[in-house]
Every structure is written in C-alpha cells, then in structure tokens.
C-alpha cells in the first residue's frame, strides 16, 4: 500500500509538527516545511550584524540615556539573533520543529519594537522642534500608536504559538499572524501620514531654513528606516497569505532580500538616526547647535529625553 511518500523514506516518520522525527538521513530536504537547507553562511552574518547592532545601541543608549529607544531597539535585536539562530539551527534539520518556531515568532515579530521605537522618537521631534504646530498633542502618539505597536505584537505573538500548538495545520494561527502584521501596516502608515503633515505645517511656516545636516540626516533616514519596514511587512502578509504550504515561503533569496536585508538596514538606518545625536547635540555645541536654538523649544533636552 502507498504511503504517499518518496522512496526509501520510512513509512512511519513524521516530517513537521512537534513530534517531526525526519533529518536529513532519511527524508530529503524537499519534504520540509521550506523545501531547503538555510543558507549557514547568510544567517551568521544576520546573526552577527544584530549582535554588533545592539552593541552600539547599547552604547549611544548610555550614552545620550535614550532608554527606551535603546530597549525597543535590543530588545528587536534579540529578538532577531533567537530567529535566525533558529534558522541555523534548522541548517543542520531543516525538520527541526522547535527551531522553526523559534525563527518564525522571533523573525516575524521583531520588527514591532522598531516601529516603537519611531513612533516614540518622532513623536518627540515634535515636542523638540515646535509643538504648536501639531494639530494634536505630542502625548496623544504614545496613548494611540504604542498601544497599537503592542497589540500588533500580541497578534503575532500568539498567531505563532497557536501555530506550534496545531503542528502548522490551523489557519487561526496563521490569519491571527496576517492581522497582526496587517495592522502593524495600517498605524505606520497612519502614523507616517500624521507626521507627514505636521512636517508640511513646519515647513510652511519658514522654518526650512533652520534644518542642519544633523536633521536633514535624521528625518532622512528615520523616513528610509520606515519605508524599508513597510516593504517588509507586505512582503510578509503576502507571504503568510497561503500559509506554511505557500510557494513563497519556500523562496529562500526572497526571504534574504526582503526579510533579511530590509530589516538589517533599518536598524542601521535609526543608528544613523539616534535621537541623540539630535536631541542632545546642542549640548556639545557641534555643527547643529546655532541652528537648534532657533527652534521654538517648549520642553527642555532633559524632558526630551526622558520620553525616548
């Protein structure tokens, strides 16, 4: 009687789920969950840039006592280096249950501490440079958009252990983890277009003038950190749409560009756009110090910087 599976495979081997006993000795990588070996010498690397990222956030953390920046942006890296150590983990048995779990929370949800991170940071630009020209108070983005981030969070969170706990067979699992990354769209976009606007307003009321290259380089790669977040996140909904049995999740350079790439130079991109280097700069009395007194301040850097 047919089994269904390849020749040569044992009739009785399980090949995903928590009590998967395939490895590679006897079940052929195609039998697996993403119908290849991952590559080793990429996900060191991933691994390894995480690591050196929160390093150097831990510094300019303690250095410009950025705390919540710097804990939203470790604990993303953390996050980032259990995922991919569960990816090479998964270079030795790509049957490896646990390790694909492992990967595909931590992986999946990282992201979210560094949308945290901008919605916090820009949100105090606001305070820092002119608050009266936002059209609500600086606050009111903690109140809406952290919750938010945190239910986004939650969301995937949970899509994931439902997952583990189905062996991959339930859908809940899955549609819990697309609204989550769903949503995580919807208020970066939402919050993108309300900063947006109080950037127009800044603008037109001829303060364009005012902004040193230390600003000019934090809004600018503050904006790219954002705009590779989002193409990440669609290309996970589109992604998850089909599941774990999808062709796409099966892709592994396509996982490497888009996941893995577009992260990575996020997290770099909000290095290079450390509030500190903004928000404290005057303090040293650098090249953005006569430009950022002009600004109309209504909190002090301390205050500023306590938020962040």
Request: with cysteine.
């Amino acid at each position: 009687m047919s089994t269904g599976l390849p020749s040569g495979v044992p009739p009785n081997v399980k090949v995903f789920g928590p009590g998967a006993n395939c490895t590679l000795d006897i079940c052929p990588v195609e039998m697996s969950v993403y119908g290849y070996r991952p590559d080793l010498a990429a996900n060191i690397t991933f691994l390894s840039l995480y690591l050196i990222s929160a390093t150097i956030h831990v510094y300019l953390g303690f250095r410009w006592k950025t705390w919540f920046f710097m804990g939203c942006m470790v604990f993303g890296a953390i996050n980032a280096v259990l995922g991919y150590a569960g990816r090479i983990v998964m270079y030795y048995n790509p049957f490896n249950f646990a390790a694909f779990m492992v990967q595909i929370i931590c992986i999946t949800s990282g992201p979210v501490y560094y949308s945290a991170a901008i919605y916090v940071t820009l949100a105090a630009a606001i305070k820092y440079f002119s608050p009266s020209l936002s059209r609500f108070q600086p606050n009111l983005f903690y109140w809406i958009f952290i919750p938010c981030d945190v239910v986004c969070l939650i969301f995937q969170a949970v899509g994931g252990a439902l997952s583990t706990a189905s062996a991959g067979t339930s859908r809940i699992g899955v549609d819990m983890a697309l609204v989550g990354l769903s949503l995580q769209v919807i208020v970066m976009v939402a919050f993108c277009a309300f900063f947006a606007d109080y950037l127009i307003r800044y603008f037109r009321a001829g303060s364009t003038e005012r902004f040193g290259i230390r600003c000019k380089l934090f809004f600018g790669f503050m904006a790219l950190a954002i705009v590779l977040i989002l193409v990440r996140c669609s290309y996970r909904l589109v992604e998850l749409r089909n599941g774990y049995r999808g062709d796409l999740i099966r892709d592994e350079p396509i996982f490497i560009g888009l996941e893995g790439v577009m992260v990575i130079a996020a997290v770099f991109c909000l290095m290079i756009s450390h509030p500190g280097f903004v928000f404290k700069s005057n303090v040293k009395g650098d090249d953005t110090e006569s430009s950022t007194r002009e600004y109309e301040l209504h909190e002090s850097p301390s205050v500023i910087s306590s938020s962040i």
